[in-house]
């Protein structure tokens, strides 16, 4: 059963970079089928996509974030990763990584969800 | 890149059925069957109940169904059960600029 679980720091301060890393286990990243994302949540608020990558290194982040984005994946370790730069309390929010399934295309849903790792940016 | 408009909330009674809309654009919704609805009880992470449109991933109940007509896409809850009571997203393709863009969310209460 695939399993994908956040990891990264609860709280950061305004300005820095948020590192936040997904763990997937019970199958392979490589699997040439599916994209791995990024989806956050403000408190009391909607989810908004953050970005996809695919196994390949390919990847594609949401424009309205304005190039603070960087996402990116390590099949060494069956892992794959975000970087958000320039926080500021707006970034406040659940983040939840989660697959993007089929046939090799961002196209799709998100069919398996981590649990989420809250992101507090206060100094 | 503008969110998928939903309504705030969406209420019925226990066996009625409900429907929820999700309005887009010719450039996302109406432009591709990539349509996606998701569950979400409160404190938890969401849980897909609808891609591509109709299609029901394994497990889920067949009283949920989506359907789609112009940039308008929506989901319906047959027999409307207390558990159904959550907060519901959709989400669309919304081609190789904007890649993915998801609703505002709906609140559904089961009276």
């Known amino acids: 059963q695939l399993q994908l679980q956040e990891s990264g720091p609860g709280l950061v301060k305004p300005s820095e970079t948020l590192s936040l890393t997904c763990t997937v286990s019970g199958g392979p990243i490589t699997s040439g089928i599916y994209y791995w994302g990024w989806i956050r949540q403000p408190p009391g608020r909607g989810l908004e996509w953050i970005a996809s990558v695919y196994f390949s290194g390919s990847s594609q982040d949401n424009p309205s974030l304005k190039s603070r984005v960087t996402i990116s994946v390590d099949t060494s370790k069956n892992q794959f990763s975000l970087k958000v730069t320039s926080l500021t309390a707006a970034d406040t929010a659940v983040y939840y990584c989660?697959?993007?399934?089929?046939?090799?295309?961002?196209?799709?849903?998100?069919?398996?969800w981590g649990q989420g790792t809250t992101v507090t940016v206060s100094s | 890149q503008s969110a998928l408009t939903q309504p705030p909330s969406a209420s019925g009674s226990p066996g009625q059925s409900v429907t929820i809309s999700c309005t887009g654009t010719?450039?996302?919704?109406?432009?591709?069957?990539?349509v996606s609805w998701y569950q979400q009880h409160p404190g938890k992470a969401p849980k897909l109940i609808i891609s591509e449109v109709t299609k029901r991933p394994s497990g889920v109940p067949d009283r949920f169904s989506g359907s789609k007509s112009g940039n308008t896409a929506s989901l319906t809850v047959s027999g409307l059960q207390a558990e159904d009571e959550a907060d519901y997203y959709c989400n669309s393709y919304a081609g190789s600029h904007n890649y993915v863009i998801f609703g505002g969310g709906t609140k559904l209460t089961v009276l």
């Open positions: 989660a697959r993007q399934g089929g046939y090799g295309s961002p196209k799709y849903g998100f069919d398996v």
């Open positions: 010719s450039s996302d919704v109406g432009a591709y069957d990539y």
